[in-house]
Structures are given as C-alpha cells and as structure tokens.
C-alpha cells in the first residue's frame, strides 16, 4: 500500500517554461513533505520542503503547492531549465523517516 | 564541507554470501537513516540511528539485515545469507536533528548486485 504516489513516471518541458510535478498521499498524519533531486549515480538531493500547516513555499525558481483537503502536493518549476534534467522524488515525513514516491522522470528540451 | 560518503560504490556477491556496506556520515550529524532503492522505485526505509542507539528499525525487512553504528558516527548495514531479491541501491542520509524538522543529506549509494 503506497502512502505516497507520483502517478506520472515521466514528463517533458521546454526550455523556459513552466514543470509540474505531482505527489499525492493517504496519510493525514504526515507532517511535513520534500522534493528531492535525483541525478544518475548520486544520491537524492533536498530542493525544498513544506509543513503540513502551510500552503505554499517558494524558494527561487521552485514553488511547493500544498493541498490538504485533496491530500496533493505539486512541485512548480519556472522557468524550466536544462539542468532541471533529473528524476524528482516526492517525500513525506512521519516521525522520523522520509516515505518516497516511485518519483518522475523531468527531461527538460532546448 | 565533506558530504555523506558511503563504500563500496559497487558491490558484486554470490548467492548466500554476507555483505558489509560503510556509511561515513556528515560530521556533527547526530541521525543517521538507511533507505533501500530499487530499480523504478522510490527510496525505501530500513533503519534510523538516533546517537549509537536504532530509534527505528521497522523498515529492516527480516532478520537477515542488521545494523549497527557502535560510536555514534560510521555505521555498516551488514546482510546475511544474501538474495537475488536483496539486489538494489542502498543509500545512506545524515541528519543534524534539530526540532521537529530534519533535513536528511544522503550518499551516493552503495549498488548491491546479488547473483
């Protein structure tokens, strides 16, 4: 039973525009969410966080959207660059432990 | 500043044989996690080190999987009698516990090939 899901494993943008990433849970209990970075042969790397009682982050380029009613969190990039290339991981936290989705895959094209 | 290093980077072993992966954490980070990623999964928990005590063991599959991290620093994930299924990246993150929210800093990984 996944508490943590991405449905879309991968998703293609253009230079300069806007990426949307997806996260849904199940667990209320849950109190803070994370994106991470991932590029091949590292490890995760933290991008940025959200508490269960907010409802939006922004750091830089990089807006958290947080949905508790709809148990959806969404990950907004703009504008998209290259670098941007890599897999994104959706966290939650409870206790002490991250609960990970199966992540998605940004290709972000020229 | 030195990351969270973890050794081997790669490591090929037999059918029932015992393995050994090394986590170096962040030095001054007190918690130190060991997640479980394989292939088109997200990373998944094993265990949580809070100081040389595990403050959370719940994700270690069986009794196969044991570890320790006897000074409060290095820890090794120590595999016993080891399984094709157990083939996958074992990552390591460090964190400075601080309040309710700890920003975890994970290693490269350690990739277990079984055959």
């Known amino acids: 039973d996944q508490q943590v899901k991405q449905n879309s494993p991968s998703l293609s943008v253009q230079e300069g525009r806007i990426s949307i990433l997806n996260c849904d849970y199940t667990?209320?209990?849950?109190?803070?969410f994370l994106w991470y970075k991932k590029y091949p042969a590292e490890g995760p790397t933290f991008l940025i966080s959200?508490?269960?009682?907010?409802d939006k982050n922004e750091d830089g380029r990089f807006t958290v959207f947080l949905n508790k009613s709809a148990k959806h969190l969404s990950l907004h990039i703009v504008p998209s660059q290259p670098g941007d290339s890599a897999v994104y991981f959706c966290a939650a936290q409870y206790t002490d432990k991250l609960i990970f989705g199966t992540g998605t895959r940004l290709q972000v094209f020229p | 500043g030195a990351g969270v290093s973890q050794t081997p980077s790669n490591k090929v072993t037999e059918k029932g044989k015992y393995v050994e992966l090394r986590c170096d954490p962040i030095?001054?980070?007190?918690?130190l996690y060991w997640y479980r990623q394989s292939l088109g999964q997200g990373p998944e928990f094993l265990i949580y080190?809070?100081?040389?005590?595990?403050?959370?063991d719940s994700g270690l599959p069986n009794d196969r999987f044991f570890a320790v991290r006897p000074e409060g620093s290095v820890s090794t994930l120590k595999i016993q009698r080891t399984e094709r299924g157990d083939s996958a990246v074992y990552l390591c993150?460090?964190?400075?516990?601080?309040?309710?929210?700890?920003?975890?800093?994970f290693g490269p990984g350690t990739r277990l090939t079984v055959l």
């Open positions: 993150a460090s964190s400075f516990r601080q309040g309710s929210y700890n920003e975890q800093f």
């Open positions: 667990n209320s209990m849950f109190d803070y």
């Open positions: 959200i508490s269960s009682i907010k």
């Open positions: 030095s001054g980070h007190t918690a």
């Open positions: 080190f809070q100081g040389t005590g595990a403050a959370d």
